[in-house]
């Protein structure tokens, strides 16, 4: 299995303004994932981070919005660009488990964002 | 690409019952198929899956079925408890392939007293 630690929980940003959440693992692994959650509504995948390379994103997701680093095998970032009041979701960082975990998403605690 | 319908969007179970919910996918080559359960607040957390090569799993009170020609795929909680009331998503991919994964849009499970 693996333990990824997020933060910040939860924020309140204005409106124009950027944050960034830090996602951690508890072991090494290849790809971290980056989620999307808004209000009532399902898992959506932003990106994949890769340790040495850029990040891959999904259709309708841009690096200038949602710029990614991922500086180790153990950490990544998200930044959230620019907001607005659309941006207010929950933000699910996410892992793959490995040897009998294989297939299976591990996912950090989310953080919170709400724009006013 | 692959596409996953989930329904119903809201159930609601008197405690005892049964609770049963259905997805269907896109994909012929989709080969795993899990379920997550999302307690309010809460992260995510898989509570079974199944592989294109099963027709059937069962863990204690749950269980998944798979109909690979009918490319539909659901699961089946017996004995509802009041723990049981979440929020469940299915999904599809290749296994091995996390980055691949698509999800259902959630079925919100309510357990009544």
């Known amino acids: 299995s693996a333990v990824i630690s997020q933060k910040p929980s939860r924020d309140i940003c204005q409106r124009g303004t950027s944050l960034t959440i830090q996602c951690q693992v508890d072991s090494q692994v290849t790809m971290m994932f980056w989620y999307r959650q808004q209000p009532g509504q399902s898992l959506t995948l932003i990106a994949t981070a890769n340790q040495g390379s850029e990040a891959t994103y999904e259709s309708g997701f841009v690096i200038d919005k949602f710029p990614i680093s991922r500086p180790n095998l153990t950490f990544s970032t998200l930044t959230v660009s620019n907001m607005s009041p659309e941006d207010s979701s929950i933000y699910l960082c996410?892992?793959?488990?490995?040897?009998?975990?294989?297939?299976?998403?591990?996912f950090g605690e989310g953080s919170r964002l709400t724009v006013l | 690409g692959e596409n996953v319908e989930q329904h119903p969007s809201t159930l609601s179970v008197q405690e005892g019952d049964s609770a049963v919910i259905k997805c269907t996918y896109s994909d012929s080559a989709s080969n795993y198929f899990p379920w997550y359960k999302q307690e309010l607040g809460k992260r995510p957390q898989l509570i079974i899956d199944i592989r294109s090569n099963v027709g059937e799993k069962k863990d204690q009170r749950i269980a998944v079925t798979l109909n690979k020609t009918a490319k539909h795929f659901s699961l089946h909680i017996t004995e509802t408890q009041p723990e049981d009331s979440a929020v469940y998503f299915c999904a599809a991919s290749l296994y091995s392939s996390a980055s691949k994964i698509i999800f259902g849009s959630g079925t919100r499970l309510s357990i009544r007293p």
């Open positions: 996410s892992v793959e488990g490995q040897g009998v975990y294989t297939g299976e998403l591990f």
